[in-house]
T-cell receptor, first 113, second 115 residues
Framework: AQSVTQLGSHVSVSEGALVLLRCNYSSSVPPYLFWYVQYPNQGLQLLLKYTSAATLVKGINGFEAEFKKSETSFHLTKPSAHMSDAAEYFCAVRKTGGFKTIFGAGTRLFVKA | DGGITQSPKYLFRKEGQNVTLSCEQNLNHDAMYWYRQDPGQGLRLIYYSQIVNDFQKGDIAEGYSVSREKKESFPLTVTSAQKNPTAFYLC??????????????FGSGTQLSVL
C-alpha cells in the first residue's frame, strides 16, 4: 500500500532562512507527487506537482521540490522564508492510474521575525 | 469564478443526531471527494465519486453516507453511528482522468463539533 511520511510535525525558521520540509513516499512504482499548503481554517491549495518531465519542480510563491527516486523523497524547499509562508504543508501521493490521493500527516511551518 | 462551496462553515451536532454537510462545485468536474482532517493525522478519505449516481467508500466510511444525484453536488451525512465526529471536513473535486496527474481543488471546509 502506498504511504507518505513527513518528517517533523513542526518546523520553525527565521524570516529569510532556508525552508526545508521533508517528504518520503513508499511505492513500488514512481507515483504522482504533490505538495499542498493550508492556511488556518481554509482548504488546501496546490503548491506544485511532480509530472515526471523534470526532477526539479517549481511551484508558486518561490517553492520548489526535487524528486529523488533513489531516496524515494520529494522534499520541499524555499531559499528565503517569508512571514506569509507560515502555514501547514502536506505532501501527497497518487498512484498511477488511480483516483485516491494519500496525504501525509502534515508539517506546520512557523516563521520567526 | 469557478470553485467549490462548502456550507455551513461551522456545524454543531447533538448526540444521536444526523447532520448533512453541503458541497457544491461549478468547475464541471466529474470526480468529487470528502476528506476528514484531524490534528496531526493529515487528511483521510471518507468517500469519493467518479461520476453521477456512483460513489465508493474511502478509508474511513463507517458512520458516514453520501449521495451524488447531480454532477455539481456531493453532500455528506454524518450519522449517529459516527461516535467521534468532531473534525474539519474538506470537500474536493478533480477532473476524472486516470492518465493525468490532475490536482485536487478544495473547498474551505466545515468544522463539525459535538454539543
Amino acid at each position: 500500500a502506498q504511504s507518505v511520511t513527513q518528517l517533523g510535525s513542526h518546523v520553525s525558521v527565521s524570516e529569510g532562512a532556508l525552508v526545508l520540509l521533508r517528504c518520503n513516499y513508499s511505492s513500488s512504482v514512481p507515483p504522482y507527487l504533490f505538495w499542498y499548503v493550508q492556511y488556518p481554517n481554509q482548504g488546501l491549495q496546490l503548491l506544485l506537482k511532480y509530472t515526471s518531465a523534470a526532477t526539479l519542480v517549481k511551484g508558486i510563491n518561490g517553492f520548489e521540490a526535487e524528486f529523488k527516486k533513489s531516496e524515494t523523497s520529494f522534499h520541499l524547499t524555499k531559499p528565503s522564508a517569508h512571514m506569509s509562508d507560515a502555514a501547514e504543508y502536506f505532501c501527497a501521493v497518487r498512484k498511477t492510474g488511480g483516483f485516491k490521493t494519500i496525504f501525509g500527516a502534515g508539517t506546520r511551518l512557523f516563521v520567526k521575525a | 469564478d469557478g470553485g467549490i462551496t462548502q456550507s455551513p462553515k461551522y456545524l454543531f451536532r447533538k448526540e444521536g443526531q444526523n447532520v448533512t454537510l453541503s458541497c457544491e462545485q461549478n468547475l464541471n468536474h466529474d470526480a468529487m471527494y470528502w476528506y476528514r482532517q484531524d490534528p496531526g493525522q493529515g487528511l483521510r478519505l471518507i468517500y469519493y465519486s467518479q461520476i453521477v449516481n456512483d460513489f465508493q467508500k474511502g478509508d474511513i466510511a463507517e458512520g458516514y453516507s453520501v449521495s451524488r444525484e447531480k454532477k455539481e453536488s456531493f453532500p455528506l451525512t454524518v450519522t449517529s453511528a459516527q461516535k467521534n465526529p468532531t473534525a474539519f471536513y474538506l470537500c474536493a473535486s478533480s477532473i476524472r482522468d486516470r492518465v493525468t496527474n490532475e490536482k485536487l481543488f478544495f473547498g474551505s471546509g466545515t468544522q463539525l463539533s459535538v454539543l
